[in-house]
């Protein structure tokens, strides 16, 4: 995957699978939008801030998921995200979800999302985040 990309690991708890402890379609739409959240607080901001400080609300306006395999309860699964195309009034996602250890590939996913003001209509994305979400290193320096 491309930068900015981020890594966050979840396990599947008992309330998300049904009776055979197989994981609700739904829950990895959920995982998805952890993953985003917490690639977006790498990059050195979060959605509160966008929207308390900047009036900028990233609504979906798009999901898609391709499953593979099952999860099952009690799985570690690392949800790996990334920006796919930023655009002023636009932001698509990509997703994949793996079984660690091993990584062996669940789903696969995006999402598109459109910049609102707080009564939706539609605004240009703030340059900074523009920015952060564009730069290769995550608009953060290069780690060694």
């Not at 890594?7 to 994981?23: L, W």
């Amino acid at each position: 995957m491309t930068a900015p990309c981020h890594e966050t690991t979840v396990r599947v708890r008992y309330a998300e699978t049904d009776q055979m402890g197989v994981v609700y379609y739904a829950n990895f739409l959920v995982w998805f939008e952890v993953g985003r959240v917490e690639l977006l607080r790498d990059l050195g901001f979060s959605y509160r801030e966008m929207e308390k400080l900047d009036d900028c609300h990233i609504v979906v306006a798009e999901a898609r998921c391709s499953y593979k395999k099952p999860a099952l309860y009690d799985d570690s699964l690392c949800i790996r995200t990334r920006v796919l195309q930023v655009r002023r009034k636009t932001i698509r996602f990509a997703y994949e979800v793996l079984r660690s250890p091993g990584a062996e590939l669940l789903a696969t996913g995006e999402t598109l999302h459109v910049i609102c003001n707080r009564s939706g209509r539609p605004k240009s994305l703030p340059e900074k985040y523009m920015k952060a979400l564009s730069s290769p290193a995550g608009g953060h320096p290069a780690k060694p």
